[in-house]
């Protein structure tokens, strides 16, 4: 009978775990569904937005728009750049690049979105500390210009003590102070000075920067390129030999991350030009340029065009499969080559 009992016993506590290994892979497959579609959800990128309305609010939330309902120069550009960092922290998900949590810690295609965005942001906030706030090289800089931008160059791997988003979110606030100057009558008045020789300077840093971003999306596609470091001046001389070409591909594991990369820039861009088109209206008009800054901003608009393929392509330039990279190259390189073309006019007399 001993025997007996215990052979019973014995199937009893098999059936048991094997309910209890059903409800943990029960548990298990729910969890990540739902982390998946909490991911999808994170990764949808925000949509654009109205650069003078989203101004004027901020101006008439502070009390400062006049009754002419006009925003003081240099409102537009600042307040932009301040709605860019904002919608860095506030969309669904937040920052998700210092994220050490499912499913962020999994995500990779919006972080390097997020990294697009910031990079024009950290630029922008340079440019208004740098030249935009400062009417001569000898001038000195805006008190709350010169901590918000060290502020948005802060690690954005940085989680906790402190975390990333505390120190974007304290720059924007020193933008916001500054802002909040821009429209004061007191003593201590900021300034934002359009004119042609800033707006050039910080054209020269957007040249670069899609220049080198065109460049990694045509390495989707292996190819060999000349060495150009050195072309134009024979007595240019580099620290070290690099040879007469180079072979570029970029990893297989990167080529999305490029790709949204780019998105992020150009969407950051997107809004920055139209900001610009307002405060540099005149500087634009005197030059014959404000058709130039249109056409770019067209170009730009083109890279955020809704992507139908559930991944990014990456097909040979002339195979059966789309190359996605190679098509946002053609993109970012028209908008480059209108932007050289803007800083000409910009930069004649």
Request: charged fraction near 20%; charge should be negative.
């Amino acid at each position: 009978m001993s025997w007996l009992t215990n052979k019973f016993a014995s199937i009893k506590e098999g059936i048991d775990l094997s309910g209890l290994w059903k409800g943990i892979v029960a548990v298990i497959a729910v969890l990540v569904i739902l982390l998946s579609v909490l991911g999808m959800y994170w990764s949808s990128e925000p949509d654009q937005f109205d650069v003078v309305a989203t101004a004027k609010e901020k101006a008439e939330q502070q009390g400062y728009l006049n009754n002419s309902k006009k925003l003081v120069v240099g409102y537009t550009t600042a307040s932009t750049l301040h709605t860019l960092v904002g919608t860095l922290l506030d969309k669904p998900g937040g920052f998700i690049t210092n994220d050490v949590t499912p499913p962020g810690v999994f995500m990779d295609n919006m972080p390097a979105w997020e990294f697009g965005v910031l990079v024009q942001s950290r630029d922008l906030a340079r440019a208004l500390r740098k030249e935009f706030s400062r009417s001569q090289s000898q001038s000195t800089e805006d008190v709350n210009l010169k901590i918000a931008e060290p502020q948005f160059n802060f690690d954005t791997r940085s989680w906790a003590l402190p975390s990333s988003e505390s120190e974007y979110r304290r720059g924007n606030q020193e933008l916001m102070n500054y802002l909040d100057r821009l429209n004061s009558t007191a003593s201590d008045k900021a300034q934002f000075y359009a004119r042609a020789d800033n707006l050039s300077d910080w054209l020269s840093d957007v040249n670069t920067r899609l220049g080198s971003l065109s460049q990694r999306l045509a390495a989707s596609v292996a190819n060999v390129r000349e060495n150009t470091d050195l072309a134009g001046e024979t007595s240019a001389r580099q620290s070290s030999n690099s040879g007469d070409y180079q072979y570029v591909k970029t990893p297989w594991s990167k080529i999305d991350d490029v790709f949204y990369e780019a998105r992020g820039t150009s969407w950051a861009l997107i809004h920055i030009l139209r900001a610009v088109e307002v405060d540099f209206v005149f500087t634009l008009q005197d030059k014959n340029a404000l058709v130039s800054l249109r056409q770019i901003i067209r170009e730009l608009e083109a890279t955020q065009t809704a992507i139908w393929s559930p991944m990014i392509l990456n097909g040979s330039g002339f195979g059966m499969l789309a190359n996605h990279s190679l098509v946002m190259a053609s993109y970012i390189s028209r908008a480059n080559a209108a932007i050289i073309d803007l800083r000409r006019l910009l930069e004649q007399g």
